[in-house]
């Protein structure tokens, strides 16, 4: 019987256990989106996950919706990276790249000048987002792209995806859950083209599918995973018929023979969505949201998840694999630190120490 504990091979990624690091945007990247020494020494803590996935990190100007997050566009970004994932591999961990394009879910005083805010569709995003000062904006309304624009769109990741490798960092994740980019083309409600990328499900699916098959062909599909939460309602999301959707999609992926499938598992989705992964998904399966040590160690017991995510309890337990295993309480993180907009910020970042 597996265990948390267990080895897994994800794609051509091994981990040493199953216990992943989920994808945590804290905001504290420098002036020029670029990982800081503070953020060499956070993942750096946090090697002793089966995988670290990274925060959210833009494939492109464009792509930044939110203050202090990092990129991996420039030649700066790529060097701050490639300490990342030395420091962790130094530690003897393994890090994956989430590739974050928030599309319309952004804030025009969070990114350059110049960059645009771009959607399937010109419907705005009704939830605001903190500006650099932290006090929450209306979303910018967003340009609908043009059919000739979404290839090129579709190239930034893929470059986005080698340059993350150049950087030594082990896989990408795409992003596609929590109404961002790629969630946008998903939805019914926010993709509203008649071409071929909207209208019908395949239409819709069609972003997300040409995205990960050219990423994997940038890279290996073997290092590109994805990230999906069926049914979820942030940032404005509000599909006719998420089951529809997403049983499509995964279908799609299926034959692309992908590294894993990452779920944010919601309750509230009006069906079981691992159940609809395991259904139309025949690769790994990383299980995510509200689990505690022990329903992690069921489902990995039982054979429905290959690996599981946690997030809030890796912000204040740098050792939580170890804490888990000799069964230490865990420290509760504060949620005044969990974004705090500057770089040089440790309060509630790399000033959580572990269990004596
Ligand atoms: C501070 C914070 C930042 C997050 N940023 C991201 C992100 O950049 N990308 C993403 O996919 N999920 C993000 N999430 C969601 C987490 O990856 C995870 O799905 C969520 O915390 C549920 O897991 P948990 O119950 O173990 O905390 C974030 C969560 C937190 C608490």
Redesign the pocket.
Known sequence: MSDLYSPVRLGDVDLANRIVM?????DRAGPDDEPTDLMVEYYRQRAGAGLIVT??TQPSPAGKGYWRTPGIHSPVQIAGWARVAEAVHGAGGRIAM?L?HVGRASVRANKAADAPTVAPSAIPSPDPIPGPDGVPVPTEMPRALLAEEIPLVIDEYATAARNARAAGIDAVEL?C??GYLPMQFLSSNSNQRSDGWGGSVAGRIRFVVETLTAIAGAIGPGRTGF?ICPGVTFNGMADADPAETYSALLRALDPLGLAWCHL?HVPNAGFDSLELVRANWSGPVIE????TRDTAQDLIAAGKADAV?????W?ANPDLVERFRKGLALTKADRTT??TGHGDDARGYTDYKEHP
């Open positions: 989920a994808p945590m945007t804290r925060e959210g989430q974050m992003h859950a929590s990230r944010i995510n949201c509200g689990l995510s946690f997030g809030y309890a912000i969990f974004y």
